[in-house]
């Protein structure tokens, strides 16, 4: 099975349109389309200004100010451009230093005679969104979407959305601007996005100006936003671009033209009949969509000039924008590498790596781990190809293992039968906490669910799991959204026979087998500061949360159809039984076990007193 994932429902692609008079550009002078009037610049770090000169202007002097609004001089500072001259132009950068959050002010870029000027521009936090079409999810068309439109209007939140694009757009740049949040311009923005920035205004200072740059297209691969060097340096780099070179090999430009437009008419009929569906029955579900109109087609077809090809969105998208002053990304994919899931987590680790040395700059990466989904034919064939929870954790390994990368976990999140959820806001404002706790220093924000700390097996054959931030410990529900909502709120949170409990036990023959599970509310802390505790997450104590009985719970596990369990795993399904939450309301992510890895326990836990702080 190839999952069609595709572009969000109801987003545009970047339109052919009219000629558009070329902006950012003044005699010799171009600057970078993401700068424009009402733009939001990164406060506190060294504020980069770009573009280009004409090649005749190779080493001429470039200088970038600011100016308060009665024309006062707040910030200057020049650089000379490159004298390397490429495809005509000569590449300058300014770097005016760190300011901290104001305006609106004035920016204004000399080189010799001409000049370029900016107004209402603000100085405040800047996020990237970038990712496939789960963060590309329109406001407009996202879950309780009139009622957030209604609410929406706030000058100090802002957004740039760079042209979707597989080759350099310079007329959708021109086209492109810097957006106030208003029931009129904010439809168009990434629901995720929204939401994520909207917590963020309401958490921090209150005059703080937050701006998001949306750099995304639906149904892009993790490679689309990588470069060719980087995909070369790895065998699974490699293999992407290998079977890209396959796919076009021998077509002439006729064909690929010709492939592209009956897609994008398929594209194009159905989204018209998904929305006039959705306008004829705002209730319909998604479920009854795709038996009438199938699922989004997918995939398209591979041209040269694709935004789906590998590398393509990295140079025109990317590239373009980069290295405008950020105070970090935020990532929403790995759909479209499904069946490719077990090189997902070295090339997502390599494309951290490479946006960063883009940024210069060891810049907080916070990743949204894969909600549950599953498609519903799979679903009736009883055939879960078992690739989600391979994405998941990869994801989820990379925030353990790489410095400043976080994940959320939304395994409580998610659509039976359809890959793009509605409801945005859960993962945007959980990764606003998530912000405000490790990037924001708000350590009072919960960001954390049930995290496995450590095992031991019973002689008995029962497996006892020990979780921190585990405060209120208790089963919910089985699958958003699904079964019987009313029975599901009458089975006890305590307890879980195990077909609704999300636990596996498997034996040395590996067949995983559904497991009972029951929390201990009264934790056996003795068990861990004895040592007699396998420790599988040796970070525990490192974030500030001391080993107390109020963050530490314990579940016990068993099946007679394993004696003598060798495996485990949880909530190890594209689609399936999730239950285990803490009092945060922050479900356990997804996670499996080597029973027979018995690595040594710390040693060094020390019990600490009930007052000392926990969470």
């Keep these: 099975m190839v999952t069609a994932t595709g572009i969000a429902p109801g987003s545009e692609m970047t339109a052919q349109m009219e000629q558009v008079e070329e902006r950012n550009v003044s005699g010799v002078l171009h600057i970078a389309s993401i700068f424009a009037s009402h733009m939001v610049l990164q406060r506190n770090k060294p504020i980069a200004v770009f573009g280009a000169l004409a090649a005749d202007c190779a080493g001429m002097e470039v200088v970038a100010e600011i100016h308060d609004f009665d024309g006062s001089l707040i910030a200057q500072e020049h650089a000379y451009s490159s004298q390397n001259v490429v495809n005509g132009f000569s590449q300058w950068r300014v770097m005016l230093p760190a300011q901290p959050e104001g305006g609106p002010y004035t920016l204004r870029i000399v080189a010799g005679n001409d000049a370029i000027e900016f107004d209402d521009v603000l100085i405040g936090e800047v996020w990237l969104a970038g990712g496939q079409s789960n963060m590309e999810l329109e406001l407009r068309n996202s879950e309780h979407a009139d009622e957030a439109l209604e609410d929406c209007a706030d000058p100090l939140l802002r957004f740039y959305n760079v042209p979707k694009t597989g080759v350099i757009n310079r007329n959708a740049e021109n ?4 957006q106030e949040s208003s029931p009129e311009n904010s439809g168009v923005m990434s629901a995720v996005a929204y939401y994520f920035a909207r917590k963020l205004r309401a958490e921090l200072d209150s005059d703080l100006p937050i701006g998001i740059v949306d750099c995304y297209i639906g149904g892009t691969s993790i490679t689309c936003w990588m470069s060719e060097d980087a995909l070369n340096s790895s ?12 796919a076009i090999a021998g077509k002439t430009q006729q064909q690929f033209e010709l492939e592209t437009s009956e897609w994008e008419s398929q594209v194009d009929e159905w989204n018209a009949n998904v929305a006039a569906a959705r306008e004829a029955d705002s209730d319909i579900a998604q479920e009854k969509l795709n038996e009438q109109f199938g699922a989004c087609p997918w995939p398209p077809p591979l041209t040269p000039t694709s935004q789906w090809r590998p590398c393509g969105p990295f140079h025109a998208m990317l590239e373009r924008i980069m290295p405008y002053s950020l105070a970090g ?6 759909e479209e590498d499904e069946q490719y899931c077990g090189f997902y987590r070295e090339l997502l680790g390599m494309m951290i790596g490479e946006w960063r040395a883009l940024w210069s700059e060891n810049l907080p990466f916070l990743i949204v781990q894969l909600p549950q989904w599953i498609d519903g034919k799979t679903a009736a064939d009883g055939n879960d190809p078992m690739r989600w929870p391979v994405l998941r954790e990869a994801q989820w390994d990379a925030a353990q293992s790489i410095d400043n990368v976080y994940a959320i976990c939304t395994i409580d999140c998610g659509e039976y039968d ?6 945005k806001r859960t993962p945007g404002e959980r990764l606003a906490n998530c912000a405000l706790r490790q990037i924001y220093g708000m350590d009072r924000v919960p960001v954390h669910g049930p995290t496995v700390l450590g095992f031991r097996c019973d002689p008995n054959g029962r497996v006892r799991l020990f979780f921190r931030y585990a405060h ?11 079964g019987d909502d009313n029975f599901d709120g009458q089975l006890p949170t305590l307890v879980r026979v195990p077909e609704r409990s999300g636990f596996e036990l498997a034996g040395s023959d590996g067949m995983f087998h559904p497991a009972t599970a029951a929390i201990f509310v009264d ?6 500061v004895n040592s007699r505790v396998n420790v599988v997450d040796y970070n525990a104590t490192e974030f500030g ?14 099946t007679p159809d394993v004696p003598e369990p060798m495996a485990m795993r949880y909530a190890w399904r594209s689609w399936g039984p999730a239950p285990l939450f803490n009092d945060d309301g922050l479900p356990a992510q997804p996670f499996r076990l080597d029973l027979t890895d018995h690595t040594a326990p710390v040693e060094s836990a020390e019990p600490v007193t009930p007052d000392d702080t926990a969470d």
Excluded: V
């Design 329 to 334: 990304f935020l990532w929403y994919q790995g």
């Design 235 to 246: 065998d699974a780099g490699r293999d992407y671009l290998t079977r890209y070179q396959r």
């Design 418 to 423: 359809n890959i793009h959820p509605l409801d």
């Design 175 to 178: 086209a492109s601007s810097w």
């Design 545 to 558: 949360i001391p080993i107390n009985s109020r963050s530490i719970g314990t579940i016990t596990l068993a």
């Design 472 to 482: 209120g410990l208790h089963f919910e529900g089985t699958t958003p959204g699904g």
């Design 523 to 528: 934790c056996d802390i003795d068990d861990l």
